[in-house]
T-cell receptor, first 114, second 119 residues
């Protein structure tokens, strides 16, 4: 039972390159989220997926796209990376069958865009 | 929309002493949840404690307790008998309490407080 896994752990990109961050969960949770954490700031929501087949924008969606591939997987894509997207990215999951549940976070992906 | 504010960028405490971290929030939701998360140097986000806004009783989890003042929109975290392993960044966060609300499970985080526990 791995919980929430993210790949890669660390990535260096050049400006303009593209990449996809992967997130997978084995908790059978309905909802999945992508956050970014910049130095000195709290996490900010990029996109979320309330349930399989649905996605919606969060607070800072510009420059990103997402895919909810199935119930387990939720990927985040940077089509043309910019230095402003240098950050630590967290995936999280939540089961909305139980409103007392909180979100469970992956270990994060550190992204550096040069 | 929800906002969360942590006004203490850094705090320090001696081992075995008590420390309180402050948090204020604002929300238009009638039903919501409040959380404290801990982020050690490993960057893993760890839930410390949560509070349902409709409950008047303050939540407690072992050495961690909150002082929830709903009218004042204040949600502080008290750590008793501080331990070296408590050294971390602490985030206060809020979320909507029900599906269908405009915040729908989305967590809104404060800026964080770096807590250092000294031996």
């Amino acid at each position: 039972n791995a919980g929430v896994t993210q790949t890669p752990k660390f990535q260096v990109l050049k400006t303009g390159q593209s990449m996809t961050l992967q997130c997978a969960q084995d908790m059978n949770h309905n909802s999945m989220y992508w956050y970014r954490q910049d130095p000195g700031m709290g996490l900010r929501l990029i996109y979320y997926s309330a349930s399989e087949g649905t996605t919606d924008k969060g607070e800072v969606p510009n420059g990103y796209n997402v895919s909810r591939l199935n119930k387990r997987e939720f990927s985040l894509r940077l089509e043309s990376a910019a230095p402003s997207q240098t950050s630590v990215y967290f995936c999280a999951t939540q089961n909305w069958d139980n409103f007392l549940e909180t979100q469970y976070f992956g270990p994060g992906t550190r992204l550096l865009v040069l | 929309a929800q906002t969360v504010t942590q006004s203490q960028p850094e705090m320090s405490v001696q081992e075995a002493e008590t420390v309180t971290l402050s948090c204020t929030y604002d929300t238009s939701e009638s039903n919501y949840y409040l959380f404290w998360y801990k982020q050690p140097p490993s960057r893993q986000m760890i839930l410390v404690i949560r509070q349902e806004a409709y409950k008047q009783q303050n939540a407690t989890e072992n050495r961690f307790s909150v002082n929830f003042q709903k009218a004042a929109k204040s949600f502080s975290l008290k750590i008793s008998d501080s331990q070296l392993g408590d050294t971390a960044m602490y985030f206060c966060a809020s979320s909507s309490g029900y599906a269908g609300g405009t915040s729908y499970g989305k967590l809104t985080f404060g800026q964080g407080t770096i807590l250092t526990v000294h031996p």
